[in-house]
């Protein structure tokens, strides 16, 4: 028997490839591709899924953890696996919290998504250890505090110190002395500099709404 796998991913080189290894795959059916996780849980109400291939960013800004999660919630024997490009530090533990059953960072490797899909279909849970190592500056995302990545994740807001701080409960002094050892690690001379890099890099990226 073949499970049905729904493929949800905005960006057409990885969905092809995905579908192409679906294809050529005698233990699994590709059902559908959708480019939005909004549509994910419709999907689900009408048809047979067994497995989600679920990116974390699709189209029109729609979370795929969002989505996870209330498929989760509603059908907790669809097991879903997130894939992503992304480092962005938060996401591995959102997923482990909300049952999402396994994570996988895209590599283009057939037998490694396809190696992680039989694993999970089995009733495993595969998560990798840590996030992708990213150079950024003189630094490396692994260097960072989950702190200090709090912070640099309010910083792309451009919201100002005495706000980060309100937000996360903490004092101005304390977000200026993180931001000042961010700037020290990775040698970016301004705050504007170092928060658009990291978001470029998808160290840190800030949820919609």
């Given at each position: 028997m073949a499970y049905n796998v729904l493929i949800?991913?905005?960006?057409?080189?990885p969905?092809?490839?995905?579908?192409?290894?679906?294809?050529?795959?005698?233990?699994?059916?590709?059902?559908?591709?959708?480019?939005?996780a909004?549509?994910?849980l419709s999907v689900c109400q009408n048809s047979k899924v067994d497995l989600i291939l679920m990116d974390v960013m699709t189209e029109l800004n729609h979370s795929g953890l969002d989505a996870a999660e209330e498929i989760k919630r509603r059908y907790p024997n669809i097991k879903i696996i997130i894939?992503?490009?992304?480092?962005?530090?938060?996401?591995?533990?959102?997923?482990?919290?909300?049952?999402?059953?396994s994570f996988w960072y895209k590599d283009g490797h057939k037998d490694s998504i396809l190696d992680v899909m039989e694993r999970t279909m089995a009733g495993e849970h595969i998560y990798p250890d840590e996030t992708p190592l990213i150079r950024i500056g003189s630094a490396t995302n692994h260097e960072f505090t989950e702190r200090e990545l709090d912070i640099l994740k309010e910083l792309t807001t451009g919201d100002t110190n005495a706000e980060i701080a309100e937000r996360?409960?903490?004092?101005?002094a304390t977000v200026k002395s993180h931001i000042l050892h961010l700037m020290e690690k990775t040698g970016f001379k301004t705050r504007t500099e170092l928060v658009s890099e990291a978001r470029g890099l998808g160290i840190v990226i800030k949820d919609k709404g």
């Open positions: 949800v991913e905005d960006q057409n080189i969905r092809e490839l995905f579908e192409i290894y679906i294809g050529a795959s005698e233990n699994f059916r590709h059902l559908l591709s959708i480019s939005n909004s549509a994910a894939v992503t490009s992304m480092p962005e530090y938060s996401w591995l533990a959102r997923a482990r919290k909300i049952g999402v059953d996360l409960h903490v004092s101005v």
